[in-house]
């Protein structure tokens, strides 16, 4: 058994929180420590000031410009956590707080021309990624009996556990 002492935050508004709630239970399932701070801005800004050198924080902005995400990279910074920042713009202020830049394409946000095409394509390719990732690990037999697990107790909850 693999015991993880490090907690994996996640954190995005709008759209990039969507992105950040996939990862965030995608990261669960696999028996991952990860909380997803989306219910507001102050609760997203509170459990920041508290993370610890330990932890991770993984910030989605496309923008790389929501203030409320760049505040909450400056208060993991300022706890010596890890950051990750997935963003389509890699000039922005967010992400000179980041240990780690995963920069995606979502031109959608920028050109008049391409405004029906989803945000979430990305980001659901690179939470893909990460998933893909942890199945390719020296761990994987223990996150996919961890994926198993959960899958049984959905299955065996549908319609039951309402």
Not at 58 to 71: C, H, N, P, Q, R
Not at 98 to 109: M, P, Q, R, Y
Not at 112 to 122: D, G, K, M
Request: aromatic share 10%; hydrophobic share 40%.
């Amino acid at each position: 058994m693999i015991i993880l002492k490090l907690c994996i935050y996640l954190a995005g508004i709008g759209h990039s929180g969507l992105g950040a709630e996939d990862l965030s239970n995608k990261l669960y399932r696999f028996c991952l420590r990860s909380i997803c701070l989306n219910k507001d801005d102050d609760s997203i800004l509170m459990h920041a000031s508290l993370i610890i050198p330990e932890d991770v924080i993984i910030l989605f902005s496309l923008s790389g410009k929501t203030a409320t995400i760049v505040e909450t990279a400056k208060l993991a910074k300022k706890n010596n956590a890890k950051i990750a920042v997935v963003t389509s713009q890699d000039k922005t202020e967010l992400v000179t707080y980041a240990d780690w830049t995963f920069n995606i394409v979502s031109s959608g946000l920028y050109e008049a021309q391409e405004i029906f095409i989803s945000p979430l394509f990305a980001i659901t390719y690179f939470n893909d990624l990460v998933t893909t990732y942890l199945l390719k690990s020296k761990h994987k037999d223990w996150y996919l009996e961890n994926r198993i697990k959960t899958n049984k107790v959905m299955l065996n909850c549908k319609g039951k556990c309402n």
